[in-house]
């Protein structure tokens, strides 16, 4: 059984860069096939794919969030890291980690797989 959890701070000021960890546990990051994606939700609001990092440690990410977004990774501790810059209030959200096989890159698109397990999710509050 995978197990994710996010964990960082709840509320950012606007400007700052929002940093959240997912720790990983039952599985590794490295397992051939496997994506681990960072996935948010603004109140009221659908569920955003941000980005990804599969694998090989290969990174993708939404178009609309590719200039603020960045996904790393620590293999020694098996957990990834998303660090979104320049936030402002729009950017508050439940933020998730979860993983789901590799999606498909196909003509310069990254085509998201779907998810097979979550974390349980961590609201982050932009504001001064």
């Known amino acids: 059984q995978v197990q994710l959890q996010e964990s960082g701070p709840g509320l950012v000021k606007p400007s700052q860069t929002l940093s959240l960890t997912c720790a990983v546990s039952g599985g590794s990051i490295t397992t051939n096939y496997y994506s681990w994606t960072w996935i948010r939700q603004p109140p009221g609001k659908g569920l955003e794919w941000m980005g990804a990092?599969?694998?090989?440690?290969?990174?993708f990410y939404s178009p609309s969030l590719k200039t603020r977004t960045s996904i790393s990774r620590d293999t020694s501790k098996n957990q990834f890291t998303l660090q979104l810059s320049f936030v402002t209030p729009e950017d508050t959200a439940v933020y998730f980690c979860?993983?789901?096989?590799?999606?498909?890159?196909?003509?310069?698109?990254?085509?998201?797989?779907?998810?097979?397990?979550w974390g349980k999710g961590t609201l982050v509050t932009v504001s001064s």
């Open positions: 990092m599969i694998y090989t440690g290969n990174t």
């Open positions: 979860a993983r789901g096989p590799k999606g498909t890159f196909y003509g310069g698109t990254y085509y998201p797989g779907f998810i097979d397990y």
